[in-house]
Each structure stands twice: as structure tokens, then as C-alpha cells.
């Protein structure tokens, strides 16, 4: 079999057509629908793929949804949000129940009225943290900022890009203030708190792609040696367990909630070969990845 290579989804409506979702943005560059709108057209679970656009999700229901973005489990029942950037391996499981809106954009649409997206905006560089709980105070703004972007996307303006460009910009900023709140208590974590929660951070968008502790190691600046050391005072993990940790969590959403063939998924997950794929699997569970899709 010729490997697969993790998709990129150029643009909302590349991703769109890939989900079976029948909604086309008709503004380039922007995209804003709700989530309630996926039924009954789109599928209901994507397996790994990137991006080239940014997007912001909040959810008022979360139904037994799952993304993956973080190493840890994220409890949706939370008030989460979450933002996937361009470059980041996503994947995740649709519930039916589940409500809220996603917003996508390219940094071209924004361009003029924020020059320097990740410079004023720093949630959305690769290396920062993906999902934030929010308070019902935040959820609720966010809301109300999300309904109006939404009505005005659907209702043919002579000012509708510029509009939403402002509206856009409003929600980047109230999205700021959830990412200061979380900074200023992260502020009290120590050092080997921080480091361990960046390094986590950087295993979920690079776990595909990147197995070596020393390519994490170079991009948080210290050395395997120091980064190993912290990671394991912390979690009581070695820094190549909580990677292998991440792939094995993937590899089992795999298994449970899409049709993909063990050989598809092991090329999905950057094994050479299927073989290779097993051997880790049973490693880590005990059985083999076909004994487990059965024991579902």
C-alpha cells in the first residue's frame, strides 16, 4: 500500500466538501456556521488532518463530542474554547446533540485591520495551549458575539466583509481576555509546571509527525536531558511516554470511531508499516488493534 499522507484542507470549503457538509462560504478567506447546521449531510468523525486557515469553536452543548487537540482528555461539559491554527494535526468525533458555532478564517481576511495576527494574538501560535475553559460570563459574551457575525453573514450587506472583519476582530479580542485570565493563573505554576504543560501542548500538534524528545526539546530551548527530568517529576512519565501516551490515545479514537482499515490508520499515524503499528498497539493494551475494534 502507498502511505497516506495527513491531509491539508486549504481552505473552509476544501474541508467542507471532505466532511460531506453541504454549506459553501460564499466570502473568501471566512466562514462562520453552527454546528447544529451539520446535520444531517456531514460525517460524524474526522480522522487526523491539518488545515490552512484558523478556527475558533465555542459549544452551549457538547453531547459526547471528542477532539483531539490536547494529550489530556478534554471535558467538553466545561465551557470549552478551543482553536485550531494552521499546521496543527486535529481530528475529532461529532455528537449529534452537540451546539455551538465554529468560526474559520485565513489571516489574509483579518490582514488589514490586525497586521500581526500572532503578535496581537498569541493563542493562536502553534506553541500555545488550544483550549481554554471559559466562565459562564465569557461563554455567554462569546455567544452574543457569535450569533450577530453569524446573522450578518447570511444577510447580503454593501459592507458585509468589512463588517465581519470588525466583528472578527471583537471576538479575537474577548477571546484575549480568556487567554490572560488563564496566563495570570498559570503565572503561579512553577518552571517545571510550565515546561511540562508547553511540552504537552507541542506533543499534541507535532505527535504525527515528530517522535524524538529532542525535537520538542529544542523548540521549548532546554536540553532531552532536563526536559525528561521535568517532565517525569511532574507526571511520573518520561517525556517518550507522554508521547507514545498521545499516539496511543489517537490510535484507539481511530479504531472506535471510524472505518478506516488498521493499515490506513497506521499510515494516518506515520508508522512505516502496518506491522509496526500492531506490535506498538499491543505494547500498549494488550491486544491487537482488530481484537480491540471487535471488543468495542
Known amino acids: 500500500m502507498v502511505q497516506n499522507e495527513i491531509p491539508v484542507f486549504e481552505t473552509s470549503n476544501d474541508l467542507h466538501e471532505a466532511t460531506g457538509y453541504d454549506h459553501r462560504s460564499h466570502i473568501p478567506g471566512f466562514d462562520i456556521f453552527t454546528l447544529e447546521s451539520l446535520e444531517p449531510t456531514a460525517r460524524k468523525c ?27 482528555a478534554v471535558n467538553l461539559s466545561e465551557l470549552p ?61 462569546l455567544e452574543v458575539d457569535m450569533e450577530r457575525m453569524h446573522s450578518v453573514f447570511h444577510n447580503p450587506h454593501p459592507y458585509q466583509e468589512r463588517m465581519l472583519q470588525g466583528m472578527l476582530t471583537s471576538v479575537l479580542y474577548n477571546c484575549k481576555s480568556v487567554y490572560e485570565r488563564y496566563k495570570t493563573t498559570e503565572s503561579h505554576l512553577s518552571r517545571g509546571q510550565v515546561l511540562t504543560q508547553q511540552f504537552q501542548q507541542l506533543v499534541d500538534k507535532l505527535y504525527v509527525d515528530s517522535r524524538n524528545v529532542g525535537d520538542y526539546a529544542e523548540q521549548l530551548n532546554v536540553t532531552p536531558n532536563y ?33 478506516l482499515d488498521v493499515a490506513e490508520i497506521a499510515y494516518q499515524l506515520n508508522f512505516q508499516e502496518p506491522t509496526h503499528f500492531t506490535r506498538f498497539f499491543k505494547k500498549h493494551s494488550g491486544t491487537t488493534p482488530n481484537k480491540f475494534r471487535k471488543s468495542i
Open 46 to 72: 474526522m480522522p487526523p488532518y491539518r488545515q490552512g486557515f484558523f478556527q475558533i469553536g465555542i459549544l452551549s452543548n457538547t453531547g459526547k463530542s471528542q477532539i483531539n487537540i490536547n494529550t489530556n
Open 81 to 141: 474554547l478551543w482553536f485550531v491554527v494552521p499546521g496543527q494535526v486535529f481530528s475529532w468525533f461529532r455528537d449529534i446533540e452537540t451546539k455551538g458555532y465554529h468560526v474559520q478564517f485565513r489571516k489574509e481576511f483579518i490582514a488589514q485591520s490586525i497586521p500581526n495576527l500572532t503578535g496581537e494574538f498569541p493563542f493562536l501560535k502553534l506553541s500555545e495551549n488550544s483550549v481554554f475553559l471559559m466562565t459562564p460570563e465569557e461563554q455567554k459574551s
Open 227 to 259: 526536559l525528561t527530568t521535568t517532565v517525569k517529576q511532574i507526571t511520573g512519565k518520561t517525556a517518550k511516554d507522554v508521547i507514545q501516551e498521545r499516539i496511543f490515545l489517537e490510535s484507539k479514537t481511530m479504531l472506535s470511531f471510524t472505518s
